[in-house]
């Protein structure tokens, strides 16, 4: 701040108190320098209907017009701010069209007596606070109460996200999507197109496929007028509309030639397309609503980047290859944070566009585009000019793959969209070949897509269209994808997930899920996991991440690792186990050793409703389901994780057996709702330093950060909690303390359950099935009529869920189990035990029972006791006092029921869980053995007798489910037995205790959106 900035009262001759319409040209001026294609207007009268004169009015290419207010920052200049900000919504442009952004600024007030010649840098150099107001259908305050604060940098790139944002759902953005359905319309009147376009597109055949390839199409016509402008051979769709050329042959005729410059990623696959057309009447209509539109389009030069956007909602899942898409605001939020520790002089130009960027499951580029939005945005606002940095960055910068020639179309169309006008020679994007390969030379060979990149930094690829491309002059042309090891800065991913392994739902009967996409054969399926395996082996760095119960998603991380530079920043999306699951260690591993500054974050909500901070009026925007509101991607129906870091100097320290690190987990209310939105967040997480706190935009807190450790043993987690004191409350009880809110922490003795138990079989090792269709397990399951006739069963089982059934924490079998033939031996293991071939002692059959996947939003149980000894399945495996440890297993059995039914053992058994479903907690049946529990081995024997003693006077008492756990007078007495009855707590705890389980049951993760919340 300049010494003079508070002012210069006091009879100083330099110093007037200015107004603030007097100080609207600086500021408008200072805005506007921040985007060097802006034009701005400040005091200007008839832009608007009626007699308004905006403060200052904005307009920069690729965003609607802004109307910017300005007062001094006073309690009066707020009230009076708000007031008119208000009073604008609904207003209309002299045009006729509506005012779609408005943003209002709080000048500081130094700036009103500071001396003349000091304004502009005083402008620059202090702090303002700002809103905006999005009108249209739902009115929307940005943030919602409050106010932004930050630099004259900060308000300008705040000020173009709006705007950007606001395009998204404005009448040309309107005007888009209708011509697309109308295209569509069209190319459906073509018979053979719902044949020939999904094949073309690996879709299924729907209306979404066919919007899409007239999104394609359309975008080539888009590019075909920008290129018109460079070579005067290729005519303008416009030029085309008049000449009556807009038929099937005239344009495929004219993108031919345009391919001989190269934009064989934007017109490869569009000419596909066009050419797959049978119906030239339907050709020739579709065309002409293409070419119109792209000639509107390309008349507003608000519309620049438009399409770009637009593509994200054309885009049809594929489930099978689990390529979910990512959410335009969860783009920007990754995006932001991952850019923000990059060490940039971001004004130097060269500097700039040198940032190595790479996304090797690329899908249609929503992670690349949201990097390169925060590139250019900074460069700008650092007073270049992005347009000049925009071919550098697409040629040399930025790395796209992936197997999809759409998704590889769609990523360069959004990069290049972003500077339409700018001509550029060639993009680092590729179609990684994937499955057998028909190679330019005779033969074939099997190939993993960008996997294969792990074992040689140069790759045969194929064009943006999916073919091997071939020159104007007929010879087959080489295209060689080129990712040298250590070479990206950022490597930004939201990789596949699917498993290599499991086999349920609509992978039964598919030899390798990850593998089954792009109608691989089951032979090629095969061919690829041996090849996975080959390219795990080949890692070199230690330890790895790849594990192969979880599949691509890890590999890839191993992928972005061996491409990332030391000090690059890693920026991953994967599914929330990652952070809790044991198949996920060695990830974790991995972070923990090879990386720094770790940040995990989650989202807590699960209802339905609109994200937080939407600066958009689209409903489909803002409505994201009950099924995805944990999910940083569309479509995965599971809760996710954004995993940054930053990955460190080498120092060849490879012992990770027991490696730890700290991380940062930010837990979301609400995924941010726009992408001007996700910035601010990240922003926030960023300017908070380590520390835990609350943290907010404005007035309004969005969530909350945590210091959490990260590892490969570590089990607790955080992510998606949105309690501070319930998190701490879990914490404390896997680490020994009963800590509850205005007491002391209490010390109770805790370890995890493996280390008391041994488990039970895993249930296909019950009644399953090898892939090849023999057995593997010895019973056939048969579910009992009645299950008070477990007591006649040879081979008593308890198998599955069944709530109504299973209030009380002793539960009666379900099924009996029928020993296949020739199984006899194995039977008789599965009853009574066997050391497996890792050494592993498993139980049989047990009185004790672990709820495996907890539903705990409908079921009562954390575990419980049958009458005799059963079986555990799928549902309730079994668990058994190891005999070495204590010469009363049955006291041992009913004291740890008894302890996992408490509050203190849902929320521990809850804390250690896989919350990737809403309103459940779930374990796989080797991390089962990692709930905490009481040490029975320290405890006195007339302490464990006690606690079996009120097992047994209360194992007929009927529980609410779980997530009623606050409002379940019997699940409260349980509490008072346990913790002060038998432990000997004091009754002080009581009323802490009740605030600890109504905050755990009001947890989203735990009450899953239903009803029966507090």
Not at 402 to 413: E, G, P
Not at 648 to 660: L, T
Not at 818 to 847: F, P, Q, Y
Request: net charge negative; charged share 20%; with cysteine.
């Amino acid at each position: 701040m300049l010494p003079f900035a508070g002012g210069w009262a006091g009879g100083n001759p330099l110093a007037t108190h200015r107004t603030e319409p007097s100080i609207n040209p600086e500021l408008g001026n200072a805005i506007g320098g921040c985007h060097p294609r802006s034009q701005v207007r400040t005091q200007q009268t008839g832009l608007m209907v009626g007699a308004k004169q905006p403060d200052i009015v904005i307009d920069a290419p690729g965003r609607v017009r802004a109307l910017v207010e300005n007062k001094y920052d006073t309690s009066a200049g707020a009230r009076a701010l708000e007031q008119q900000c208000d009073g604008h919504v609904g207003a209309a442009w002299a045009s006729g069209t509506p005012v779609e952004a408005i943003i209002g600024v709080l000048s500081p007030l130094s700036v009103s007596t500071c001396p003349e010649a000091d304004v502009g840098s005083l402008i620059r150099s202090e702090q303002f606070r700002y809103a905006a107001w999005l009108p249209g259908h739902s009115p929307t305050r940005f943030p919602e109460v409050g106010w932004i604060e930050g630099g004259l940098q900060d308000l300008a790139a705040f000020v173009d996200r709006v705007t950007a944002d606001a395009l998204d759902s404005s009448t040309i953005a309107e005007d888009v999507r209708r011509a697309l359905a109308a295209a569509a319309d069209h190319i459906a009147e073509d018979p053979l197109a719902p044949i020939e376009f999904p094949q073309l597109l690996n879709q299924e055949a729907s209306e979404q496929t066919m919007r899409m390839a007239a999104a394609i199409m359309f975008n080539a016509a888009v590019f075909q007028a920008h290129i018109s402008e460079h070579h005067a051979s290729i005519p303008s769709p416009a030029r085309m509309l008049s000449a009556d050329d807009c038929d099937q042959y005239t344009v495929l005729e004219v993108w031919k030639d345009i391919l001989e410059f190269d934009y064989w990623p934007i017109f490869g696959i569009g000419r596909r397309l066009l050419f797959a057309m049978n119906h030239q009447v339907a050709a020739g209509k579709m065309l002409r609503v293409l070419f119109r539109l792209a000639a509107k389009v390309v008349e507003n030069p608000n519309a620049q980047g438009l399409v770009g956007r637009l593509f994200g909602e054309l885009i049809g899942d594929r489930k099978f290859l689990a390529a979910f898409y990512t959410r335009p605001a969860s783009a920007a939020l990754v995006a932001e944070l991952a850019v923000s520790r990059l060490g940039v002089d971001w004004g130097d130009p060269e500097a700039a566009a040198s940032v190595q960027v790479g996304d090797l499951a690329c899908g249609t580029g929503a992670l690349l585009t949201a990097v390169y939005r925060r590139i250019a945005e900074r460069h700008r606002t650092d007073g270049g000019d992005d347009a000049l940095i925009h071919r550098q960055m697409l040629e040399d910068s930025f790395v796209g793959c992936d197997i999809l020639a759409a998704a590889v179309h769609l990523t360069a169309a959004r990069l290049s969209g972003e500077q339409p006008a700018v001509d550029y020679a060639r993009t680092r994007t590729w179609v990684m070949p994937y499955g057998d390969t028909q190679e330019p030379a005779d033969g074939t060979s099997t190939r993993l897509g960008s996997i294969d990149l792990l074992d040689d930094d140069t790759q045969p690829a194929l064009w943006g269209d999916g073919t091997i491309g071939v020159t104007p002059e007929g010879d087959t042309a080489t295209v060689t994808a080129d990712v040298p090891e250590a070479s990206l800065d950022v490597v930004i991913m939201n990789p596949p997930f699917t498993r290599s392994v499991g086999h349920e739902g609509n992978r039964v009967g598919v030899p390798q899920p990850a593998f089954a996409g792009l109608g691989n054969s089951s032979q090629e399926q095969t061919k690829m996991a041996k090849l996975l395996k080959k390219a795990s082996n080949k890692v070199e760095h230690r330890p790895t991440a790849y594990s192969g119960q979880v599949g691509l998603g890890s590999i890839f991380a191993d992928l972005a690792h061996v491409k990332l530079k030391p000090g690059g920043v890693l920026a991953l999306i994967l599914p929330a186990s990652a952070i809790a699951g044991k198949e996920w260690a060695n990830l974790r591993a991995l972070l923990a050793t090879a990386y720094e500054q770790i940040q995990v974050l989650s989202i807590a909500e699960t209802g339905p409703g609109a994200s937080s901070g939407s600066t958009t009026t689209d409903a489909a925007d803002q409505a994201l389901g009950d099924s995805g509101n944990r999910a940083f991607s569309a479509d995965t129906g599971m809760a996710e994780v954004v995993l940054v870091a930053t990955k460190k100097e080498p120092n060849g320290d490879v012992a990770v057996a027991h490696q730890v690190a700290l991380a940062e987990h930010v837990i979301l209310d609400k995924l941010p709702g726009s992408a001007a939105a996700a910035v601010e967040f990240a922003r926030a997480i960023k300017r908070h330093g380590s520390a835990s706190t609350t943290l907010a935009v404005g007035s309004i807190v969005f969530g909350r950060a945590q210091i959490q450790s990260i590892g490969p043993g570590v089990r607790g987690h955080p992510t998606g909690v949105i309690g501070a004191e319930v998190a701490d409350f879990a914490a404390g009880i896997e680490a020994g303390q009963l800590r509850l809110p205005r007491l002391d922490a209490i010390d109770v003795s805790m370890a995890p359950l493996s280390s008391l138990a041994n488990r039970g079989a895993y249930h296909m090792d019950i009644n399953g099935f090898q892939a090849d269709g023999t057995h593997r397990g010895p019973f056939d399951i048969d579910m009992l009529q009645q299950r008070s006739h477990h007591s006649r069963a040879g081979y008593p089982v308890l198998w599955q869920h069944d709530h109504t059934k299973e209030q009380s924490l002793e539960v009666l079998p379900d099924s009996v189990g029928t020993v296949r033939s020739g199984m006899k031996s194995k039977a008789l293991d599965r009853w009574n035990g066997w050391t497996a071939a890792n050494g592993a002692e498993i139980c049989g059959a047990t009185r004790l029972h672990i709820n495996r996947d907890f539903r705990v939003n409908s079921q009562a149980l954390g575990a419980c006791l049958t009458p005799q000894p059963a079986i555990g399945g799928r549902a309730w495996p079994s668990a058994a006092p190891s005999p070495a440890l204590t010469p009363n297993p049955e006291d041992w059995e009913k004291a740890l029921a008894l302890w996992l039914n408490t509050t203190p053992g849902l929320v521990a058994r809850w804390w250690v869980s896989n919350r990737q479903q809403k309103g459940r907690a779930n374990l796989s049946i080797t991390t089962i053995g990692d709930i905490p529990v009481l040490d029975l081995r320290v405890l006195p024997s007339a302490t464990v007798t006690a606690l079996a003693a009120q097992f047994d006077a209360h194992k007929s008492t009927k529980l609410l489910p779980a997530n009623e756990a606050y409002r379940d007078d019997a699940r409260k007495m349980l509490d008072d037995i346990v913790l002060c009855q038998v432990l000997g707590m004091p009754g002080t705890i009581h009323v802490p205790l009740s605030t600890i389980r109504e905050a755990w049951c009001a947890e989203p993760s735990v009450h899953g959106g239903k009803s029966t919340q507090p």
